[in-house]
């Protein structure tokens, strides 16, 4: 397993510039991608054993991470730059 963390450009190529736009215009779509930001540092440090956590807890942020996606996703698709 990669101990890489994937931020939304890495899962999102094709739509940076309707990240940015999101990111900078909409403060809903901001506050799911810091809440993305954060989870998904949490999760990559707890996989690269920098910090510890229960295999309860990295399962229910891996959850969240997934559920902040589809709704960034839905954001992305629904956006007029969405490619």
Known sequence: M???PNELADVFPDNA????????N???FAR???QHHEVN????RIE?????ASDDRL????KERLHLLDEIAA?????????
């Open 32 to 34: 799911l991608a810091e």
């Open 26 to 28: 909409d403060a809903h």
């Open 41 to 44: 540092r949490e999760i990559h």
């Open 75 to 83: 954001m992305l698709e629904a956006a007029p730059d969405a490619v």
């Open 48 to 52: 690269a054993e920098i910090d510890a």
């Open 59 to 62: 399962e229910a942020l891996k």
């Open 2 to 4: 990669s101990h890489t």
């Open 17 to 24: 510039e309707a990240l940015r736009e999101l990111k900078l």
